[in-house]
């Protein structure tokens, strides 16, 4: 995923370029370029790394004036970080300038047929190629070469361009990839999103497939592929500036994990009843039969771990089976689809191209598809058939803390909402559920104090540390995935985590004394089981940090330290215990100095496969 802006109207682009900038480095900061026109000329300034070093770079080699220009910040897909791959790319004779997030699938064939045309390529990326066919194919009119190329492009792509002959004009494109324009006073913009365009612009218009957006300090035109004019509908930007700051905590990530309370309380906000749940958003859907033989989920990174949350409480409630998969694997293998089977796809960002074409194969096989997401509007959920927004907020650290936790009370809604339609054998289970759903968010400010308190003995079982388990039976087993890659993700540390019951299967050979193994025990049913795979670890004296719920004297008394956690109802304890593991990464990764927002090589979501 990469970040796109333009600019065009009475200021300097440069200082709002990088402003608007600085907004979107979430989705990729491996390097960052502007390219401004003055008019006489366009300049191009890039650098690797964030936009940081481009500011410093800018100051060294400044561009004089110009109001017109677009910008970039690059997760690398195609081609490594260098200065030469970095965007804005233009073509051998520096006609056109683009800047790209996305994919161009069919990238290879046409670069082969443009070399065959004599065209010079000097970078590895997928995107140069655009810039040469809008050469290959120039009219000499801007907006119609635009239109001749676009066709040729497969993929899935947000492009911003701007052209030498046409030095006033930017053209915006938006093919399966945000990009937005902000409408300002004699003044346009274009962002991946939103978050840049909050000190901008009021009104926004999302660019849809198939259109094109021609940019103009006195004009926005939008129109489509084939020319017809659109009038925009503008849409006021809902979220403030407020809701992208930091608001006095020093990282991102710090500060959503203390907004999980209220991230969890807007989740159930107007979906909880007093003996049932309420999901607006599914009602056609709850209303038709249901005939479904299987349950697919399938996501990504940590909302992958909580579709597996997903996956074993909906199968303690419902009569059918539910099965979790990866996203990219998904897509080209799985089981046998038809209408039959409900697809759940689950995205904070609603833009990973993994998960957007797994949604699309599910489509394909007449599937039924739900999607659990935080973008309302965004490409996942405008292509499944119904949403649940999870309504937490923008989450701007690219580790997923917040949309873990609304992630997995929504699955649980939904798990409600099913066994109530279908009658399924957990029915009984319900009542005790919904009344600890309500009490939720206040057990999850109570574990926020608790833990925060005993983080530091807690933390002690990183220090010094490069490689750590975390082991745990059914939820637990699950959660321990989660906290393993929370902390691979921010402090990079080599965090393994195993079903408490395999360890004696293989990996207990890795069990050398003084290694550092975390214990989740916190569902009831299953804590003997766990003590005895405890025991069976501290007799090889690995340094055991046990997390259990208040009062359970059986676990600490066999491990170095305990993280006790309040104790709710074993289906919401892996929420719970979420909390004390996503502060355990964040200080191992802030006390060894690290980027907990911006963790190397990584991005909040990834547009590309
Ligand atoms: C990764 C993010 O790129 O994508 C993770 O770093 C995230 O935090 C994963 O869990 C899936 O992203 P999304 O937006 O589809 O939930």
Redesign the pocket.
């Known amino acids: 995923m990469s970040g796109i802006v333009g600019y065009i109207g009475k200021s300097s682009a440069e200082s709002i370029l990088l402003d608007c900038l600085t907004h979107l480095d979430y989705r990729g900061y491996d390097s960052a370029g502007i390219a401004i026109s003055n008019q006489e000329k366009i300049e191009i300034r890039k650098e690797i790394g964030r936009i940081e070093d481009l500011k410093t770079l800018l100051e060294m080699e400044p561009i004089t004036g110009g109001n017109i220009g677009i910008g970039h910040t690059r997760w690398a897909s195609h081609g490594s970080p260098t200065i030469s791959n970095a965007h804005p790319l233009s073509d051998d004779q520096s006609q056109f300038y683009v800047v790209h997030n996305g994919i161009i699938e069919n990238y290879r064939q046409l670069k082969n047929e443009l070399i065959t045309k004599g065209h010079v390529f000097c970078t590895d990326t997928d995107t140069e190629v655009i810039p040469h066919l809008l050469v290959q194919h120039d009219t000499g009119n801007f907006e119609e070469t635009v239109r001749k190329v676009l066709p040729l492009l497969k993929g899935s792509f947000a492009l911003a361009i701007m052209s030498k002959h046409q030095p006033d004009t930017i053209i915006g494109i938006s093919q399966e990839n945000p990009l937005i324009i902000g409408f300002g006073q004699n003044e346009a913009f274009l962002s991946s999103d939103i978050s840049a365009l909050l000190s901008y612009a009021k009104e926004i218009y999302p660019i849809k497939n198939g259109e094109i957006a021609i940019l103009k300090a006195n004009e926005i035109k939008v129109q489509t592929i084939e020319g017809e004019t659109i009038k925009p509908e503008k849409r006021i930007i809902e979220w403030t500036e407020d809701d992208f700051s930091l608001q006095g905590y020093e990282h991102y990530m710090l500060k959503e994990i203390m907004e999980q309370p209220k991230a969890i309380k807007n989740t159930l906000e107007g979906r909880l009843t007093e003996n049932g749940v309420n999901i607006p958003e599914l009602e056609p859907f709850l209303k038709e039969s249901f005939e479904y033989r299987k349950i697919d989920i399938v ?5 992958y771990h909580s579709g597996m949350i997903g996956k074993k409480v909906m199968e303690t409630l419902l009569d059918i089976p539910v099965e979790v998969s990866i996203s990219s694997e998904f897509r080209y293998e799985h089981g046998p689809l038809s209408e039959k089977n409900l697809v759940i796809v ?4 609603g ?2 191209a993994d ?1 957007l074409s797994a949604l699309r194969e599910a489509k394909q096989y007449g599937c039924k598809t739900i999607a659990i997401t935080n973008k309302r509007r965004g490409n996942i959920a405008r292509k499944a058939d119904y949403t649940i927004c999870t309504n937490a907020g923008p989450e701007l650290a ?3 803390t917040k ?1 873990y936790t609304t992630q997995i009370t929504a699955l649980y809604l939904l798990a409600i909402a099913l066994t109530e339609k279908t009658k399924g054998h957990g029915l009984d289970r319900i009542p005790e559920m919904l009344k600890e759903l309500h009490q939720l968010p206040e057990e999850v400010e109570k574990t926020l104090i608790m833990t925060q308190d005993a983080i530091d003995q807690f933390a002690q079982v990183t220090e010094d540390q490069y490689r750590l388990f975390l082991i745990g039976r059914g939820l637990d087993y699950v959660l321990a995935l989660e906290g393993a890659l929370k902390l691979q ?1 921010v402090a990079y540390l080599h965090a393994d985590a195993y079903a408490a019951g395999e360890m004696k299967h293989g990996t207990m050979a890795l069990i050398t004394p003084g290694v550092p193994v975390i214990a989740l025990s916190t569902q009831k049913h299953l804590r003997d089981k766990t003590i005895s795979n405890i025991k069976e670890i501290k007799a090889r004296d690995a340094f055991v940090v046990g997390v259990t719920t208040i009062g359970d004297d059986d676990v600490s008394e066999i491990v170095d330290e305990v993280m006790y956690i309040p104790e709710v109802h074993p289906f919401l304890m892996p929420i719970i215990a979420a909390i004390p593991l996503q502060l355990l990464a964040y200080y191992a990764g802030t006390v060894r100095g690290y980027n907990v927002d911006r963790p190397r090589n ?5 547009t590309v496969e």
């Open positions: 996501a990504n990174g940590t909302s689950i995205s904070q960002s833009e990973t998960t690219v580790p997923a949309a993700e990584l991005a909040k979501s990834l």
